[in-house]
């Protein structure tokens, strides 16, 4: 059975990978985008949904990346893979740096420590005249959706096996130890503070590479759109809706909520973001446990699985 | 002198307005632990339905505040009876997703009926200033600011003193108890939040009258109200208003002594220091 | 196993939505991605508006003429929910989707910096009216045309009246926002008020979007600023108006480089609006002739009945550009892009914007008019040739108003 399931998954990497050859530019340019707003979903899925933590700074490490490429690429005339490079040495010096103070938090206190980080930072390189202040960096041109997509899939393929190694290793069981009963897994001997920095080194690794794809794919970046705080929001509900704490559950979210959301621009235009949100508001209500718990409870469950989850959860 | 002394007043005016602002979140998130990421969209529509009143019917714009507070209230009352009860109990953080949407939701059901265009409220009275010595005294902000202390005041005495007050802070800490004694939970959830709306919608009104109003105000507002209220404090009104005050006025001076474009850095590079630090708040107990 | 069929089958999804093949349309589409939702979709209906005008208006009177044959021009329009990276996708849609002819540009100065990309890449040119920033034709791109006069040179003509005015003017304060246009306008504006040997007592840079003013007010009054000058927003410069007043600041004038134009700033602010400057490189005068429209104020009468409020310089912009696209078109007697494109660049015409001619980097070269809120009218007082209409000058304190 798991074979059949692992020989599935290698069929639907070799297809993606082959989008670039069959597919139209417009879907290409969605894939990409798909593909990042994946990474993102994967990356808090470690921190989030395996961990517990419920960051909503990843943007910051996709601003770090993003700039990261950026500065390299356009200060210091250096290659991208340099750029990336520096994007990733940023993300992790904050994510060990920070990480500690705010990793101490609880709860909805973490939430808005993180938070509180993404205004901080893009304030901060607003102010920063090697990232170009408030106007931002205009990148050298390079016409290679091909290459943007393969990389981005690339990513997507590093991150989920990564996700996938940690449901099999200690790291991994300590972290959802540290989520179910933190100061259970502690008395236990799990180092939490190490384990929960790991975690979020990890998370902030995959979010600033992706971040230091985007920046060169789209060639101008500024303060605004590097450290995008309504990416934290879609990050989240993309991997709520698939599934938090699985391994295919934030792809999942993430392709099918950015289907939607293209679709609903392109045909019904301007009332796009209103049908969006209305999306998000049902999902919460009826399916608090995103896409993976559908699937695996709707053939017992049948319709009434909807109206249980309501039940539990309301007032 | 002058100059610092004007700033000061501008900072403390300033943070009134904020207090008024933060207060309807910190009340829903202190004492029912729900976030509201729609706060600021609430303020807006408590701004646009003030202007209508002025604009339309010729009410004044400050006397007419209790009519909008008391219109927010239903509309809150019966959003949390009808749609925010139902996920109450699940992981915190679920309330944050949904209020997100319906924050997405109501700014574009905002921009449909009113278009982007803005509005401002602009009695003849109130644009005006009062001129104190060298410090001229902005008459609008000035009533927001007076505003933000009776409702602060006439919180702190609700939650701590009447036995409505009480009865909600009650359920909020223990429901099996409550219902024990008789308390019918969801009434009072919707109750407290219909208070927290009301109160965004009063602050909507004020803020119409010293900036404007249009579809996408909420986001910043919302940003702002947090970092007021998690540096007041969640425990207690009165912290809402400290929190208030104290951002007015560092914000006023980072204007001032480093730059316009650092106001941001300092706000939220002092709502982080405080989450480190002290997370509850300058004035909440240690916990 | 489930989890992964699941996966697989939402992509099948997709798959369908990817190779869904737009119609080909037999008119010459024009296409655009605009903001009609989102902060900037106040000024953003203004395109949607006037393209859709001059698109009918064309039509109406035949079309385009191309060999002897007529073809009716179609609009192609998107909303970008005011996000740059949805723009992007859009105008890619645009061209390798939906297959427009040619393109007409969003709002925006990041915006048309981010999407020359675009045109750039697949060799589509766009004419737009939106982006006035000079980065946007710094990068040496080919497909890129623009009808909004520099940036830099936004303060030119209000800078050369201050030289006129009696009691002359010593002390300017200068702010700006920190976004790609109102940047570039401080940047040309400093060396301009040195050459006038006016003293710059202030030079402030604000937060985009920045709501609270009271600050920098006290800072203009202490320093007792004559003039100042602001590059923002119109939400921005509305609640400078508004905070001015509350603050009792009132300097001997004050010009923004937005807001002024537009009908709905004016009544926003109401009477508090009277004595502000601006500056347009339009005014709806009968002066400017169009092949189409009659002249400038007819389109403006027009633009009136038809959407209910007035147009600004960003509407007749618009219609300029949908213009400039058929003229080029006839020009080169075909819709192929690299043929219209080299027509572009060599068009020259007059249009209800003003005279239309690209300078070698893609931009127009149109001078700004000062002009002032009078009472309830908007009047042009200074411009090419001088004085047009004396300013009210210096303006009164706000208890004296």
């Known amino acids: ?315 | 002198m002058d100059l610092l002394s004007q700033i000061l007043v501008n900072g403390i005016l300033l943070g009134g307005l904020y207090a008024v602002m933060a207060l309807g979140l910190a009340l829903v998130w202190g004492v029912l632990n729900i976030v509201n990421l729609a706060h600021g969209a609430f303020i807006m529509l408590g701004g646009y339905l003030s202007w209508y009143l002025f604009t339309v019917a010729h009410v004044d714009p400050f006397l007419g505040l209790p009519i909008t507070a008391v219109v927010m209230f239903g509309l809150g009352y019966v959003l949390q009876r009808g749609l925010l009860n139902l996920v109450v109990k699940a992981p915190m953080f679920n309330t944050l997703l949904i209020t997100f949407g319906l924050e997405v939701v109501i700014t574009y059901l905002a921009q449909l009926a009113f278009s982007a265009d803005f509005r401002t409220i602009n009695p003849p009275y109130a644009g005006g200033s009062w001129q104190i010595g060298p410090i001229a005294l902005p008459i609008a902000r000035f009533v927001a600011f007076g505003v933000a202390i009776a409702l602060t005041l006439g919180m702190w005495v609700f939650l701590l003193r009447t036995r409505l007050g009480r009865a909600i802070r009650a359920t909020a800490q223990n429901l099996v108890a409550a219902r024990l004694y008789g308390v019918e939970p969801r009434h009072l959830y919707a109750v407290t939040f219909g208070l927290g709306i009301g109160l965004a919608g009063a602050a909507g009104g004020l803020y119409g009258t010293v900036s404007q109003i249009n579809p996408y105000i909420g986001a910043a507002l919302t940003a702002k109200s947090f970092a007021i209220s998690i540096i007041g404090g969640l425990d207690n009104p009165l912290g809402v208003l400290v929190g208030g005050l104290f951002l007015g006025v560092v914000e006023s001076l980072t204007t001032l002594y480093i730059g316009p474009t650092f106001a941001d850095v300092a706000s939220f590079g002092i709502l982080l220091l405080v989450l480190v630090v002290r997370p509850s708040g300058l004035l909440g107990r240690t916990a | 196993m489930t989890k992964t069929s699941f996966a697989l089958s939402s992509l099948a999804a997709l798959s369908t939505f990817a190779l869904a093949n737009a119609a080909t349309a037999q008119d010459i589409v024009l296409g655009a991605s605009v903001q009609l939702t989102g902060p900037v979709a106040n000024t953003g209906r203004y395109y949607r508006d006037a393209y859709q005008l001059a698109v009918d208006k064309i039509n109406a009177a035949g079309g385009v003429k191309i060999a002897g044959k007529s073809e009716k021009l179609t609009l192609k329009l998107y909303d970008n929910q005011s996000d740059v990276n949805l723009s992007v996708r859009q105008y890619t849609q645009l061209v390798s989707q939906d297959k427009v002819n040619l393109l007409l540009g969003p709002f925006a100065s990041n915006f048309a910096l981010a999407d020359s990309a675009v045109s750039e890449k697949y060799q589509v040119p766009m004419v737009q009216g939106g982006g006035a920033s000079d980065q946007i034709f710094a990068r040496n791109f080919k497909y890129i045309f623009g009808t909004l006069a520099p940036a830099s040179d936004y303060y030119a003509s209000t800078i050369a009246m201050l030289k006129a005015l009696k009691p002359a003017p010593h002390t300017v304060a200068l702010l700006y926002a920190d976004d790609a246009f109102d940047v570039s306008v401080a940047d040309g504006t400093r060396p301009l008020l040195k050459n006038a040997g006016l003293d710059t007592v202030m030079d402030e840079r604000y937060s985009t979007n920045a709501t609270d003013f009271n600050s920098l007010l006290s800072q203009i009054k202490s320093k007792n600023a004559d003039v100042v000058l602001v590059a923002g927003h119109e939400t921005e410069i509305l609640n400078f108006v508004r905070q001015a007043k509350s603050l009792a600041a009132s300097p001997k004038m004050y010009s923004f480089t937005v807001g002024v134009p537009s009908e709905d700033f004016r009544k926003a602010l109401g009477k508090d609006a009277d004595y502000a400057y601006g500056m347009t490189a339009w005014l709806p005068s009968t002066a400017l002739k169009d092949r189409w429209f009659g002249d400038a104020q007819a389109f403006a009468t027009e633009y009136k009945a038809r959407f209910g409020y007035e147009p600004d310089y960003h509407a007749a912009s618009a219609a300029a550009d949908v213009e400039t696209l058929v003229m080029a078109v006839e020009a080169a007697g075909t819709t192929d892009p690299k043929k219209v494109r080299d027509e572009i660049a060599k068009v020259r015409f007059a249009s209800l914007y003003g005279p239309i001619a690209f300078t070698a980097h893609g931009q127009i070269d149109l001078p700004q008019v000062v002009i002032q809120v009078q009472g309830s009218e908007l009047v042009e007082v200074y411009g090419a040739g001088g004085f047009v209409k004396q300013p009210k000058y210096p303006m009164p304190a706000w208890t004296a108003r």
């Open chain 1, 1 to 315: 059975m798991k074979r059949l399931g692992l020989a599935l998954v290698a069929l639907g990497v070799v297809a993606l990978a082959a989008v670039p050859w069959f597919g139209s530019d417009t879907f290409i340019q969605f894939g990409i985008n798909a593909l990042l707003l994946a990474v993102l979903a994967q990356g808090w899925n470690i921190i989030g949904g395996y961990a517990g933590y419920a960051s909503f700074g990843n943007s910051v490490f996709y601003g770090l990346g993003s700039y990261g490429v950026g500065i390299a690429m356009v200060q210091w005339q250096q290659p991208f893979g340099v750029g990336l490079a520096f994007g990733v040495v940023l993300g992790v010096v904050f994510a060990c740096s920070l990480g500690v103070a705010v990793l101490r938090l609880k709860g909805h206190y973490f939430a808005i420590a993180t938070l509180a980080l993404a205004q901080v930072m893009t304030a901060i390189v607003s102010n920063v005249k090697l990232a170009g202040q408030n106007v931002g960096l205009v990148l050298p041109p390079l016409n290679n959706d091909r290459l943007f997509y393969e990389l981005a899939l690339a990513l997507l393929v590093v991150a989920t096996s990564t996700i996938w190694w940690i449901t099999r290793s200690r790291f991994g069981f300590g972290l959802i130890a540290i989520r179910e009963n933190e100061e259970g897994a502690a008395v236990m001997g799990v180092n939490t503070t190490l384990y929960k920095v790991l975690a979020f080194t990890l998370a902030g690794i995959f979010s600033s590479l992706a971040g230091g794809i985007h920046a060169y794919w789209v060639t101008f970046i500024d303060p605004e759109s590097a450290f995008d705080i309504t990416l934290n929001v879609k990050m989240i509900i993309m991997t709520v809706f698939g599934g938090a704490g699985t391994v295919l559950g934030p792809v999942v979210g993430a392709f099918v909520l950015s289907a939607i959301s293209e679709i609903l621009s392109s045909e019904v235009t301007t009332i796009a973001g209103l049908f969006f949100g209305i999306v998000i508001v049902a999902a919460i209500v009826f399916m608090p446990r995103g896409l993976a718990d559908i699937v695996r409870r709707f053939p017992q469950a049948g319709w009434r699985y909807f109206k249980q989850n309501i039940q539990a959860n309301r007032l």
